[in-house]
């Protein structure tokens, strides 16, 4: 690369709906002629602003991984430094590499980074930014760098992010360590994690793991919620809490229990992220004046969006676009975790074979609603509304169909006949909400409301709005269980009720939610002698587990209750829990701590085999 600039070098790729352009691209993309480029030399000094997280990993193929960070402004270039020099580095031997007129040179190479802005990352009121403080609801900029790092050898190499900003000021992170994808057919070692959601414990857990296992994993399965507020970009980054989704993940969360601080641990520089949507990765109908929790809490099915595109035929709009802002839309959760991904479900529904494990992951999961028999929730509309569908919630409702017939179900069933799923080892599906589960959010069914609209017999005014949710149809029950237990479906890993428990079925399929790992809903178990709030109604089932099966006591250290009998179950404010799958073992181990005893050790209290 002789005879190029250093702004050359450093400008990269930059794609995306509000991409940065060089003035002289600028010009030519506004129509006018273009200008002459600016060829002098630049020479970015060290004492950038921090990145907005760490690096993080994503999608590792046979020789490759996709390396992620973020920053507040576009910045004039972005690179990762790889290679086995990379460590031995000074921040100013780094920045010289990343800004040289070379690609490569002993012990290092270069990769530059496509940069984008995220669409819809915003603040308001109720968020929690360093040394800012906002009145309503303002676009909050993020621009997210993506660089895919290639040709990598088998096992772990080094690597550093470089990234300077629009005044040439360079921030260098340490070194971290990247691999490309297990070889098929090799043990892998992944965490199993859900529902972060800025919980207070999810530090300690995070520290506990890294502590436990270490942080060079071959992936961490998310089940869903990583955050409250997904168009918060401050849940994400840099919360005062401390409790931020990649803070946490990178060791730069920070939540102090029992007189000691957590910071979680620098897990994402080293291990791959795979995700799942949870309910919390979906955003409601768009607004530039409500608050964001309130427009989080407001979405309304697709279908009765489309339903008012068809009577109003709006001129001059982007109908999914239109759509989407009337009903929901999950886009920040699939700019900020753009990979793994299908070709029919994008980053929604995906499949990936990890050493020798095969990894499904689903988008299953609808709007949570609240119980209260009073205002909009999962078995009425609030009766100040019924005169008014557009102020409706329609219940409890799926975001994406998943049953039987479904787009996502068609290509769930031809995926588990794939040879890659039929010749792995082992299989695991992963989605949020619980097929069989003792938490509160295991019920009523996972199903389509069925909606009644009850009428004065004289005038046909609207008087009740409810909602019901027959157990026989329940998607996950009727649709997907089969599904699992024909194709040898090893493990089902799911989240949303914030508790530790796990089934078997007949034909031998683990069950596991291990998402106590910041906060608990409570279990309703026959143990806890604690009843759901639901309608005492055939379709409800006030305690166990829906789906009829019997919760598993931990097999190694349960805990108990007060008269000393084992319990089937983790759920504790102050217990956090975590899941490690082991391939090379065949087996899922979960441990546990005790926040409120920061001196003590982490306990493994169950273990299973997955054959």
């Known amino acids: 690369m002789t005879g190029v600039s250093r702004r050359t070098v450093l400008g990269g790729a930059v794609a995306g709906a509000a991409a940065v352009a060089t003035p002289a691209g600028a010009a030519a993309a506004a129509g006018g002629p273009a200008g002459p480029v600016d060829d002098r030399p630049v020479s970015p000094r060290l004492g950038g602003a921090p990145l907005l997280c760490e690096p993080y990993l994503l999608d590792p193929g046979r020789s490759s991984v996709y390396v992620v960070w973020h920053t507040e402004s576009p910045g004039s ?87 300077v900003d629009h005044r040439d000021r360079a921030t260098v992170t340490a070194a971290y360590t990247l691999a490309p994808a297990v070889p098929r057919g090799q043990r892998a070692r992944l965490l199993l994690t859900s529902d972060h959601q800025l919980k207070a414990m999810v530090p300690a857990n995070l520290e506990k793991v890294a502590d436990t296992v270490g942080v060079a994993l071959d992936g961490v399965l998310v089940a869903g919620d990583l955050v409250n507020v997904p168009d918060r970009a401050s849940e994400w980054f840099d919360s005062t809490s401390g409790l931020a989704f990649f803070a946490g993940l990178t060791g730069r969360g920070q939540r102090t229990i029992a007189g000691r601080t957590y910071r979680g641990a620098p897990i994402a520089q080293h291990t791959p992220l795979y995700c799942a949507i949870g309910n919390h990765e979906v955003m409601g109908r768009w607004s530039d004046t409500v608050s964001l929790d309130n427009q989080f809490n407001d979405p309304q099915p697709r279908w009765v969006a489309e339903r008012l595109w068809e009577q109003t035929r709006p001129s001059g709009e982007d109908r999914e676009r239109w759509l989407a802002e009337r009903s929901w839309d999950a886009t920040t959760y699939e700019q900020m975790l753009p990979y793994p991904r299908s070709r029919e479900g994008g980053p929604r529904w995906w499949s990936r074979t990890i050493g020798d494990v095969h990894v499904i992951t689903l988008f299953v999961t609808g709007i949570w609603r609240s119980a209260s028999p009073n205002g909009r929730g999962k078995f009425q509309e609030a009766a100040a509304s019924l005169q008014d569908p557009q102020q409706w919630g329609y219940g409890q409702f799926i975001f994406e169909p998943v049953k039987r017939d479904s787009a996502q179900y068609r290509w769930l069933e031809r995926e588990l006949s794939t040879p890659d799923a039929r010749q792995a080892r082992y299989r695991v599906v992963m989605y949020h909400h619980p097929g069989h589960g003792l938490g509160d959010n295991s019920a009523p069914p996972f199903t389509d409301p069925v909606q009644t609209i009850h009428r004065d017999p004289v005038t046909q005014a609207i008087t009740a709005v409810t909602y019901d949710y027959p157990l026989a149809d329940d998607h996950i029950l009727r649709d997907l269980e089969p599904l699992f237990s024909e194709a040898g479906v090893n493990l089902v890993h799911n989240g949303h009720s914030h508790l530790w428990n796990r089934f078997r079925n007949a034909a031998g399929v683990n069950w596991l939610e291990t998402s106590n790992v910041g906060n608990s809903y409570g279990a309703y178990d026959i143990s806890s002698g604690a009843s759901r709030n639901l309608p005492v109604d055939s379709d409800h089932i006030r305690q166990g587990d829906p789906g009829g099966l019997q919760p598993i006591v931990p097999t190694v250290a349960p805990l108990t209750d007060a008269a000393g009998r084992a319990l089937p179950y983790v759920a504790s404010n102050d217990i956090t829990v975590f899941s490690i799958l082991d391939s090379a073992a065949g087996v899922v181990s979960s441990y546990r701590f005790d926040t409120r005893l920061p001196d003590s050790d982490v306990v493994l209290f169950d273990e299973f085999a997955l054959e």
């Open 77 to 163: 270039g972005h690179v990762v430094l790889v290679g086995a020099a990379v460590p031995g580095m000074t921040a100013q031997q780094a920045l010289d590499a990343a800004t040289g007129d070379h690609d490569r040179a002993s012990g290092w190479r270069r990769f530059r980074a496509r940069t984008s802005q995220l669409k819809r990352t915003r603040e308001d009121a109720a968020s929690a930014v360093p040394n800012r403080t906002y009145t309503a609801v303002v676009d909050r900029h993020v621009y997210r760098h993506v660089a895919r790092v290639t040709g990598l050898p088998a096992g772990r190499t080094p690597y550093r992010v470089v990234s």
